[in-house]
């Protein structure tokens, strides 16, 4: 029995990863991604790590760690940039914010054509 035990355990350690002190942000993420199982959060951060699929993380006020930036914010600055495009053939670059400040990011090209966005609830 004890020989069973120690051949269950060897076979259940080459499965197993060490993360550390980051425990506590990998359960973090998870929750926050809606994964029921750890295995889905790895086979997710693989898949988006070797495709196309970029994450953005941005730091909420107040807060050391980041966390995901909703899809519904950057469709928003995706319907602005395109506006913008529309009516200008300059690429808009982003200002960057006052130190210290959480208002909402400006986005200006060479033409003087403005616009601001920010992350909702920031």
């Known amino acids: 029995r004890r020989q069973k035990r120690r051949e269950l355990d ?9 993360i550390g002190g ?6 973090r993420l998870k929750e926050q991604l809606g994964f029921a ?6 086979q997710f951060l ?3 790590r ?6 953005i993380f941005v730091p909420s006020p107040g807060e050391s ?6 899809t519904d914010a ?3 600055l ?7 495009g529309q009516e200008c053939g300059f690429v808009p670059d982003v200002k960057p914010p006052a130190p210290g400040s959480t208002s909402q990011l400006v986005w200006e090209c060479v033409a003087g054509h403005s616009f601001s966005w920010g992350v909702p609830g920031a």
Do not use: M, T, Y
Not at 10 to 18: E, G, P, V
Not at 50 to 55: A, D, K, R, Y
Not at 78 to 84: I, M, P, Q, R
């Open 37 to 42: 199982l750890h295995s889905q959060l790895a």
């Open 65 to 70: 760690e980041p966390n995901l930036l909703h």
């Open 22 to 27: 980051h425990l506590e942000r990998w359960c």
């Open 78 to 84: 995706v319907v602005l940039s395109h506006g913008h």
């Open 10 to 18: 060897a076979r259940r350690s080459k499965c197993r990863i060490r």
């Open 46 to 48: 693989l898949d988006s």
């Open 50 to 55: 070797f495709s196309s699929i970029c994450l």
């Open 74 to 76: 950057l469709q928003r």
